[in-house]
Structure formats: C-alpha cells, structure tokens
C-alpha cells in the first residue's frame, strides 16, 4: 500500500506564494512519475504539473507555467509544489499523484486516468 499525504495548503492572498509537500510511504514502487492536479469547486480535476523519477524533466499547464515549480527530494520521498504570483482562478484542492506509466514524455498533460496513487489534498484558497 503506497501513501501520499499532501501539506502546505492554506489561505493566501492574491500575489502571494506557497509551497505544497507531498511525502510517499508505504510500499516502495519503481520510479513513479509524480504529478500536482488540482480540483475546483463544481470543476473537474485538472493537470497541474509532473516531474520525472530523476527531476530532471517537469511539464507545467499553460496555465500556471513560469508561476508554479515542481520539484523532488527523492532521498526523502518527497515531491514540491512552488507556487508564486498566486491568482484567485489558483483556489482548488491540490492533489498530489504517482504514475507507474513509463510512457510518458513529459510534453501533454497527464490525466487522472494515468494515475495509478493520489493523496487525499490540500485546500489553497487565494482571496483578491
């Protein structure tokens, strides 16, 4: 059994910065890509951004790419979320996944579907 938990979330205002963990546990399971969704109140869950297994290639949305940063310390089963310049439109639960997909090419966003782990989420809500 592999566990995600997500911290870090929080109410920020609008500019503003935070950074979002998400720590594995649990079964060791072979060079996950791990991957940031978010989900807004009566939206579907979208993609935020992914990291490879070595952190040497991520992928960010349109919509949060040069704000947001994704990052791994895989000494400490660790995956990050930086995120700057926060907008209103950011307020969602953050969801942090891992994919055991070997595919992936780090070039479209990765859907639910090619999530194999997800942790519970954290709230971020942005006030104006």
């Known amino acids: 059994q592999v566990q995600l938990v997500e911290s870090g979330g929080g109410l920020v205002q609008a500019g503003g910065s935070l950074r979002l963990s998400c720590a594995a546990s649990?079964?060791?399971?072979?060079?996950?890509?791990m991957a940031w969704f978010r989900q807004a109140p009566g939206k579907e869950r979208e993609f935020v951004a992914a990291?490879?297994?070595?952190?040497?290639?991520?992928y960010c949305a349109d919509s949060v790419r040069g704000r947001f940063t994704i990052s791994r310390d895989n000494a400490k089963n660790t995956v990050y979320l930086q995120m700057d310049s926060l907008k209103p439109e950011d307020t969602a639960v953050y969801y942090c996944?891992?994919?055991?997909?070997?595919?992936?090419?780090?070039?479209?966003?990765?859907?639910?579907?090619?999530?194999?782990?997800w942790g519970k989420g954290t709230l971020v809500t942005v006030s104006s």
């Open positions: 996944a891992a994919s055991l997909r070997d595919n992936y090419v780090f070039t479209v966003p990765l859907g639910p579907s090619d999530m194999n782990y």
């Open positions: 649990g079964r060791t399971f072979s060079r996950p890509t």
């Open positions: 990291i490879s297994w070595s952190g040497m290639t991520t």
